[in-house]
């Protein structure tokens, strides 16, 4: 296992780094002029907005992983950019409260899945769908069209724990893709997520406490997109019920560009990050191509499809019986 | 001649599947198939189903070359396949399953009268009272094997191939189908049999050819061999003689609790007011019929259901198990019928297949790589496991060894009570011999034992005492050591009776 998923972690770094290289070569500049693609600057650019994607790539990854799927995410961001939002700006409250009443929206909406996947025994795509509607109608309900401008009301040059705010979404997502790899790969309850979604009756009758890893995996899901939503209004200003409407599906196409399985018991969280940065690329170099800007959605749509069957290519032809 | 195998050779990856085979099917025969799970002979039938292609050789079916492309294009050519997994969609209709993917239709209608009428007319050429519009998941696991059968007749196939057709089989199933066969057999239609079981193969075939380690050994005529040179051909080596029940009687005593117990255990619509003792290196068999109750039994001590009524006993005490997990820490730990639904993980490696049960139950938060890997490596060399190394995935298993798999990452886990449920279905002779002496060996050393088997020279040969189970509720007690072949069938078959 540990060899395949290196490889195909590998895949994913080649895939990027032929990418990065393509739209370097592809956008150079007549000589003289500034590298508009290939420079620091536009890199932290792509790095910044990549990594809200990217921070609930890993919740993704690991409900994926066990088997299940989170339609959520994208109405938590929002919510939780809400709700710091109105308490921050609005209702007057000092910031760390503001972001952790942020967080517990994550805890709340993915405690109300787990409720609904584990006891109820709803299929984790209707349910997830449900409290999708749910917490997004509740941003809707709070801001009535408003929206709250977070990070202009921070105090200025505001450094988190020493970290300039540019670098804040970057660090976070980095710190959070480190823990959870460590945990999937090297501790009980990553390798438990991995049996379940293997083989769930297997990993019933293997002594796992099944319902609780499942629990856990969707609440580490909707903290992680509530930490994705306070980051997102720190580092980019506006909390608004439309915030990241869509994400969701860009977040599970980048946890399965990343190795992932839709079926379940294969994936990684790196791999997941490292898909958001795929898409983070072509997000950032597409519209710099001229005339390409209608093409951008398209161009990101057959990406998805031409990574995910080149990978079935390359797994099929490893010798399994 | 009606089919011939002309030296097919076929490899998956590293491994070497089959190795020149060549053999015939007469046209009308009954003609058995026969050798251990990983001797090459579902890969033969895959490629005779044109689920596989051959990498060298050919097929020539009814004189001509014969290398189907698809499942249908092997249908279309007569080819009636019965899986061992049996295939049917349980939400449909009888006739719908018999006609799924061939469906009769008029002016592109489904014609469901002519689907109908014709689904009754092999169900009677069956001798099956099945409503052609019941849905197949009423149906029980015997006659949902005969609707294979019955498909494959829908579609006027010339020769019938079943794949272990009685794993899922009670006796009196099977000699259903064996009575169907024989009929089939007798109207003109060639049959080619793959089965473990050599008493069926003896009843039913004219020919055995016999695989090992995808080589053909010989094909045989029945009537000139007996089981024994079969078996020696499948395995290439004698195996011992079956050992009576021992051991316990002389060096155990029942002083003290039992190790596992249950008084007058019930779950409603499963099995009622079942009480039983199984001590300290004993080896208590229950054998029963499917649909005794007998499984469920198993999996309700095992934590997986709650009693509706009665109690489960560990050492004189009661306990209530809320799901295997409290089971397993409590050493009661249970190796489950299919081990392809219920034990392996095929997408982790083996490694982690032999030590999550012990791992996960252990409560270390944190995996010690170097351990396990030191750990899974002794027991593939102990456990004999045929396997590239730790790192190999399941699927690249033989039955057998993946048996192996599941019991050794139970008895990993150093248990007090094992409860089997049968333990060596699907698995071949070589590999059986060597489960049942684990399994004596454990016992020998203190293992409380509770087996559940629906093969009679297994549990015969296994268990020290005999409960005998039918309808949900335990007919009555043999002693391992003078129970017969008849004396367990009476009981499980006819009224309680004193033995």
Redesign the interface.
Known sequence: ???LRAIRELSTIAILIAEVLFFAWYLSPEAGRAHPFLNAENALLILKYSSIYGIAAVGAAVVIISGGIDLAPGAVIALAGVVTGQLYVVDGWALMPSLAAGLLIGVASGLLTSLLVVIVKLPPFIATLGVMGITRGIAFIITEGRYYDVSGRLPPGWRPMGVPIDWLAPIVMFVMAVIFQILMT????G??V??I???E?????????IGRVKASVYVISGVLASLAGIVLVLVQGQGKADLATGYELDIIASAVVGGASLA???GSVMGAVLGTLIFGVLRNALPQIPGATFYDRLIVGVVVIIIVVADQLLLRRS??? | MSLRFERIDKS????HALRGVSFDVAEGEAHALVGENGAGKSTLLKILAGLVRADRGEMRWQGKPFAPSSPREAIEHGIGMVYQEMLCLPNLSVSANIFCGREITRLGRLDEAAMRSRTQQVLDRLSLKIDPDALAESLSAAHRQLLQVARALAFDCRILVLDEPTTALTDAEADHLFAVLRELKKGGTTILYVSHRLPEVFRLCDRITVLRDGSLVDTFTTAHVNTNDIVKAMVGRELGVRRRPSGFVETGSKTGEPRLSTNRLSRSGYFHGVSLSVWRGEITGIFGLVGSGRSELLETIFG?HRPTAGEICVDGAPVTFR???DA??AGI??V?EERH?????????LR?NLV??K???AG????N?RDERRDADRILGDWRIKAAGI?A?P??LSGGNQQKVVVA?WMATSPRVLLLDEPTKGVDVGAKFEIHEVIRAQAGEGLAVLVVSSDLPEILSLADRILVMKEGELQGELDGATATEESVMRLATHDAVSV
């Open positions: 296992m540990k060899q090297r501790f009980q309850w390798r438990s991995f049996s979604g293997g083989n009756t297997a990993a019933l009758f293997s002594g796992i406490a379940g018991g294969r010798p399994k019986s | 998956f990856g590293a491994v997986l799901s295997p997990r397993a820490r730990v249970l489950p639904r219920q034990s392996l993980l095929f997408n982790l490696d982690h999550i049960p791992g996960t139950l270390n938060a944190l995996i790589s790192d995935f699927d690249s990452k």
